[in-house]
């Protein structure tokens, strides 16, 4: 968690970034879609921000989200050292690839595949979601004939998935990309070439990035983002 702030230095910085931007709370509350009491506890120093809150202000604000982490408290980061941190802004440059490429017929949203890894979470914890994952995904692995940052980071999450270890609500992230992964139902059909496994790719930096968030505000860590 950050660190206390004597001098609300998170609050100074976003509120000088606002008037820099002619920006209201109200208005980076509708950009965002976080609540404009809590921008105003954020801003007034009376509420410790999220990670995620850190990432949309960055956004919408325009700013590098390491920026904000500094002001925040959070031990120095940069956005090298926490490669999630930009996890939005990078999705939304390769969203608007897509839309310009039109190899697809209809527009692409990041918030399709969101909606879909929601949905995959429960079913990843029922028997029949963990037989598809455990029995199907290293058929699909084989099928996929690949290799590459986008494959090793699906097998990392498929070996902590099978360890009893990791918690019920990790699973069930953990399963949500795996599922994805596996089931023919995607946003982007994976016969669709060359693009037919980014959205794949993309819910596995979803998933990592939340995962990331989640260890970082708890103060632990695991082997997947190395």
């Known amino acids: ?20 931007r002619s920006l209201s709370m109200r208005k980076l509350s509708t950009l965002s879609g976080i609540d404009t009491a809590t921008i105003s506890r ?33 031990g120095g980061m940069t956005a090298d050292e926490h490669p999630f941190t930009n996890i939005h802004s990078t999705l939304s440059s390769i969203t608007e690839i897509l839309q310009a490429s039109k ?32 029995k199907d995904f290293p058929m699909k692995i084989a099928s996929v004939n690949g290799a590459g940052p986008f494959i090793d980071e699906l097998k990392k999450l498929y070996e902590h998935f099978c360890a ?8 069930a992230i953990m399963g949500s990309a795996l599922l994805y992964f596996v089931l023919s139902a995607d946003v982007i059909p994976d016969y669709v070439f060359p693009i037919g496994y980014l959205d794949d790719a993309i819910a596995v930096q979803l998933v990592l990035a939340r995962l990331y968030r989640e260890d970082l505000e708890a103060g632990s860590s695991m082997d997947l983002y190395e």
Do not use: W
């Not at 995620?52 to 982490?69: C, D, K, M, Q, T």
């Not at 209809?106 to 598809?132: H, S």
């Open 42 to 74: 954020i801003v007034n120093g009376k509420q410790k921000p999220k990670l995620s809150h850190l990432e949309r202000f960055a956004v919408h604000l325009g700013v590098p989200a390491s920026h904000l982490l500094q002001a925040a408290g959070f």
């Open 1 to 20: 968690m950050p660190n206390e702030q004597k001098d609300n230095q998170l609050g100074e910085t976003l509120s000088s970034l606002l008037k820099a």
């Open 164 to 171: 009893n270890e990791v918690p019920v609500e990790k699973r």
């Open 103 to 134: 190899l697809i017929g209809y527009p692409f949203k990041i918030e399709d595949v969101q909606q879909e890894l929601a949905k995959y979470e429960p079913y990843a914890l029922t028997e029949e979601g963990q037989r598809i994952i455990v």
